[in-house]
């Protein structure tokens, strides 16, 4: 089974490198800068595309939110980022089954966008 | 049957690795320069990975010797009930490096019976990286990244719950 998804990671991981060439990080940064919505469900979309350490996300997320990116934005992209794979979709599928990684995909993405948005409003209240 | 099923996964896993070296080719057709960065950037990874690769390969090999269908049923099957859901929760927190090599094991355990509500959750739970806790801290404060991951606690459930709920219609 281990040999049989070799092909697989390889595969995910040669993908990787060409995405990460072909969308560096400081250009996904002129992504944002419309209004909260839209900055959340662009920061899901990034962080849904984006690929790396999740480490990388909350750098990015930082340096985004210094730039005057909505924190709602920054959660949402940072969230997604760890939750939400389309890059490794092809392996979950293959592995585990495409309705399950359609649907566990697609609920990631939208929760994201929930959770970034609860977790604003809840230190809104908080303070 | 599960040999077939092997079988179909490992040809469509080579299907898509031919794919992606195809995609390759392309992009050194029209960029040499791209596709060498790009091949540069995967062999770092690979090197990166292989120490986690190497921890899955060891799990999986720990996992078909000791972990028995009848294992699976009772601690992540469908009535290992809050028992299940808390390996699951733990387990995704706990589990390290990329998600892909997971996949596979969890794929394996699914085979052996284990829900597919609880694989969601263990995917989902991932999102909290404990060893980077200090760093989202020192970005984004105290107040946030305890908010942040009670959040994603509480989500990593609720989407296993309407995974299973969807997948079972």
């Given at each position: 089974?281990?040999?049989?998804?070799?092909?697989?990671?390889?595969?995910?991981?040669?993908?990787?490198?060409?995405?990460?060439?072909?969308?560096?990080?400081?250009?996904?940064?002129?992504?944002?800068?419309?209004?909260?919505?839209?900055?959340?469900?662009?920061?899901?979309?990034?962080?849904?595309?984006?690929?790396?350490?999740?480490?990388?996300?909350?750098?990015?997320?930082?340096?985004?939110?210094?730039?005057?990116?909505?924190?709602?934005?920054?959660?949402?992209?940072?969230?997604?980022?760890?939750?939400?794979?389309?890059?490794?979709?092809?392996?979950?599928?293959?592995?585990?089954?495409?309705?399950?990684?359609?649907?566990?995909?697609?609920?990631?993405?939208?929760?994201?966008?929930?959770?970034?948005?609860?977790?604003?409003?809840?230190?809104?209240?908080?303070? | 049957?599960?040999?077939?099923?092997?079988?179909?996964?490992?040809?469509?896993?080579?299907?898509?690795?031919?794919?992606?070296?195809?995609?390759?080719?392309?992009?050194?057709?029209?960029?040499?320069?791209?596709?060498?960065?790009?091949?540069?950037?995967?062999?770092?990874?690979?090197?990166?990975?292989?120490?986690?690769?190497?921890?899955?390969?060891?799990?999986?090999?720990?996992?078909?010797?000791?972990?028995?269908?009848?294992?699976?049923?009772?601690?992540?099957?469908?009535?290992?009930?809050?028992k299940g859901w808390t390996v699951a929760l733990f387990g995704g927190?706990?589990?390290?490096?990329?998600?892909?090599?997971?996949?596979?094991?969890?794929?394996?355990?699914?085979?052996?019976?284990?829900?597919?509500?609880?694989?969601?959750?263990?995917?989902?739970?991932?999102?909290?990286?404990?060893?980077?806790?200090?760093?989202?801290?020192?970005?984004?404060?105290?107040?946030?990244?305890?908010?942040?991951?009670?959040?994603?606690?509480?989500?990593?459930?609720?989407?296993?719950?309407?995974?299973?709920?969807?997948?079972?219609r």
């Amino acid at each position: 089974m281990f040999l049989g998804i070799l092909p697989v990671i390889v595969g995910v991981i040669l993908l990787t490198g060409l995405l990460i060439e072909l969308l560096p990080a400081d250009q996904v940064a002129g992504w944002f800068g419309h209004n909260n919505f839209l900055d959340a469900l662009t920061g899901a979309v990034a962080g849904s595309i984006s690929a790396g350490h999740p480490v990388s996300s909350y750098l990015l997320g930082g340096e985004l939110l210094a730039k005057g990116v909505s924190l709602v934005a920054v959660t949402a992209f940072i969230v997604s980022w760890v939750t939400v794979g389309s890059i490794q979709l092809p392996a979950e599928g293959v592995l585990l089954g495409w309705r399950f990684a359609l649907l566990r995909n697609l609920l990631c993405f939208l929760s994201s966008i929930l959770v970034a948005v609860l977790t604003v409003a809840t230190l809104g209240l908080a303070s | 049957m599960e040999h077939k099923q092997e079988k179909a996964k490992g040809f469509a896993g080579l299907l898509f690795m031919l794919s992606v070296m195809t995609l390759y080719g392309v992009v050194f057709l029209l960029n040499e320069q791209l596709a060498r960065d790009a091949l540069d950037y995967a062999g770092k990874l690979l090197s990166r990975l292989a120490p986690v690769l190497a921890l899955v390969f060891i799990l999986f090999f720990l996992s078909n010797l000791l972990i028995r269908p009848a294992w699976v049923r009772t601690h992540v099957g469908q009535h290992s009930g809050l028992k299940g859901w808390t390996v699951a929760l733990f387990g995704g927190m706990l589990s390290v490096g990329p998600v892909y090599p997971w996949y596979a094991l969890l794929g394996d355990l699914r085979e052996k019976g284990m829900r597919s509500g609880l694989s969601a959750v263990f995917l989902y739970s991932r999102a909290i990286k404990l060893p980077l806790l200090p760093v989202m801290i020192h970005y984004f404060g105290l107040a946030y990244t305890l908010v942040l991951v009670a959040y994603l606690l509480l989500f990593s459930l609720l989407n296993g719950m309407a995974i299973e709920k969807l997948l079972t219609r």
